[in-house]
């Protein structure tokens, strides 16, 4: 919750009311409220800033609560990539239909049986990089500096989760149903992470250093607060450090956390988990956790590689992933991808490198294919547990389903939500990774000497370039959505078998 000025925030939900009190980064004021002691649905709940009243918005539907049923979770909805550009006739022309809005009117139209238990937004939230015409407009009233025409400041970075989430559909499905979320590339630079080079480039920067850090803490506020749970809200110490502050401003605890976060990525945890009954979900940090040694790059760290064993050890009948990026891309990309990190760490040579890595930041060649340690050891991990594995991914603008050959892990993609790819693009993408890929990147791998992969998987459903969001209906159903005039439709429905 977000206001104008400092405040006690209050709930009223079930005969019951909750409060906290705001605390206050950068001139701006916050609050996360938690609804402990619940035990049955709420069928509306209102909220008060102070005293005044300004939650549910007049002639909107009622905000609902969902407890998760007895029997675990039925229904998870999720997708990634959504550019917050308006939704008149020019911008749709452009951007298409903003399915998680169109999924929204639906929800607001349905009975319970449609409904999602948790909605996962699995990267590029927002998009610090290329903002939308309106948010380009703002930075150009409020400065003249480098970056020109991106963010570079807290103040930036929360305008633009403003235009984001106010549109009144989006804010009533952020405020009816249970959401986790985690970062991507755009919601802080594209290609962030991607290489040590690619961090020497933009640390030689004059504005890199400002815009990672108010990244990394407008993600803290905005995104990664709500997917901790109650408990681990309150065992936060800089979330206590601000609360302790009252109404002073935290804004230099924030940057500092922010800033030891991206130097030490060791120092905070940016992954969770959540048993979702017989499920559980495990969300990864696939960015600000890399370890991007030349030689010896992984994609986790070693700290966050021990706490992914260790939660894909507890108990559960099947996993849910939540990664960003694609762990199983198309055979033929991931052979690319193999060849292209032996070229960058110097198999043909110092000068063959060199070129590698410009390739590598120029068509995103960093998923788990480009950090093939990580790769191998993840594969063998997940076909040694002998239960489902489901990952979820976005990321690469067009949605898929893939299976390994070997035990029963799938892949699902869902991505844009809204961002699609142009018809050109579209085509490109077709050809590059369906076509010519599949003929080459094996054969380019095994040229670098690159170690085969511990399974072989195959594309059988997709691919779809339309925008979209997907449900994975539990066990074992998965479903993809795009949207015809704010009408959502369906585009596929598989069993995984």
Known sequence: MESAEPCTVTIEAGGRAYRSPTFTVHGHHYAIVDLVELTQDIASYSVRLGGEHVWPLAGRPPSRIRLLPPEGARRLAF?????????????????????????????????????????LLLGDQVYADSPSPEMRAYIRARRTGEPQDEIADFEEYAELYRQAWTDPEIRWVLSTVP???IFDDHDLRDDWNTSHTWREEMAGTSWWRHRVVAGLGAYWVYQHLGNLSPAERAADPLLRTLLDLGERDGADALDAFAEKADAEPSSSRWSYARDLGPARLIMVDTRCARQLTPGARRMLD??????????VARPAERLIIGSSIPFLLPEGVHGVQNWNEALCDGKWGPVVGRWSEKLRQAIDL???????RSFHDLARLFVG?????VILSGDVHFSYLAKARLGPVYQVVCSPIRNPLSPLLRWA???????VATLVGGLLARLARV???????????????????ATLTLPDQV?????KGETLRRIDSVRLD
């Not at 993408?429 to 076509?435: D, K, L």
């Open 366 to 372: 960093e998923h788990w294919a480009a950090f093939q």
């Open 79 to 119: 997708g990634s990539c959504r550019t917050s550009v308006p939704h008149d006739a020019s911008h749709v022309r452009t951007h298409g239909e903003d399915v998680l809005r169109s999924y929204g009117r639906h929800l607001a139209e349905s009975g319970d049986e449609e409904w999602p238990d948790l909605l």
């Open 179 to 181: 959401t986790a979320m």
């Open 479 to 483: 479903t993809w959505y795009d949207s």
């Open 302 to 311: 070693p700290a966050e590689w021990a706490w992914l064993e260790e939660q």
């Open 429 to 435: 993408n077709v050809v590059a990774q369906f076509s």
């Open 451 to 469: 170690p085969r992969s511990p399974f072989r998987w195959r594309i059988t459903k997709g691919p779809w370039f339309q925008n979209a969001v």
């Open 385 to 389: 547990l002998g239960k489902p594995v």
